[in-house]
């Protein structure tokens, strides 16, 4: 089935629009680049793993976390596998230490527990696929809306006017060419939605 038809009966969920991803890109809106869905709790590979914070969420899974070599297309659906290429991507200029508005674009909007943001490590391979040896074990940076709240008490995403609003995160130090992985986790499914970012940061 073509893209195209695709993304006319069902563009869904989210991508990252600021810092521009590889999806929003790639695919400029619409159907895969919003539906890089699979299983929470990056980098972790088990299924079936409570929330830390929120033991009453959803437990990750029945989707698997995405495998090394296909994090930057959520392990997703065939068409979105050239995300995972290894190629010259092009990259936002940012400043190394900087606070950034990092702004998502939904056509889906689910309960939200947390954003995660995760950095290649100093030192790591552009040649080489992404993989979680390339990247920091624990996020750079973690936003969560509503805190620890259960979420069956978490208001109604489609009713809130603050869920589009973006959120400031401050990046990590770094210089030249990184990866920003950003995975938003829902808390009433057990699953998260994957985007990469290229990034040049400057000093």
Do not use: C
Not at 9 to 22: F, I, K, Q, V, Y
Not at 49 to 74: C, H, Q
Not at 113 to 137: C, H, I, M
């Amino acid at each position: 089935m073509a893209i195209e038809d695709r993304t006319e009966a069902a563009p869904r969920h989210g991508r990252m629009t600021h810092p521009r991803s590889r999806a929003d890109i790639e695919f400029s809106g619409g159907w895969p680049a919003n539906a890089l869905e699979a299983g929470k709790f990056f980098p972790a590979t088990q299924v079936g793993l409570a929330d830390p914070d929120a033991p009453t969420d959803v437990r990750s899974g029945p989707k698997p976390v995405p495998p090394d070599g296909r994090i930057a297309s959520g392990g997703s659906e065939p068409d979105a596998v050239r995300l995972d290429e290894v190629r010259d991507w092009p990259k936002v200029d940012l400043q190394s230490g900087a606070e950034v508005p990092f702004q998502w674009s939904f056509s889906a909007k689910h309960k939200t527990r947390r954003y995660n943001y995760f950095v290649t490590k100093e030192g790591w391979d552009p040649a080489a696929p992404l993989s979680r040896a390339q990247f920091e074990p624990e996020p750079f940076a973690t936003y969560k809306p509503h805190g620890d709240t259960p979420h069956p008490q978490m208001p109604d995403p489609s009713q809130d006017p603050h869920f589009d609003q973006p959120h400031t995160i401050r990046l990590p130090e770094r210089s030249g060419y990184h990866v920003i992985l950003g995975v938003w986790e829902v808390a009433d499914t057990g699953h998260a939605f994957y985007q990469v970012i290229d990034v040049n940061f400057r000093q």
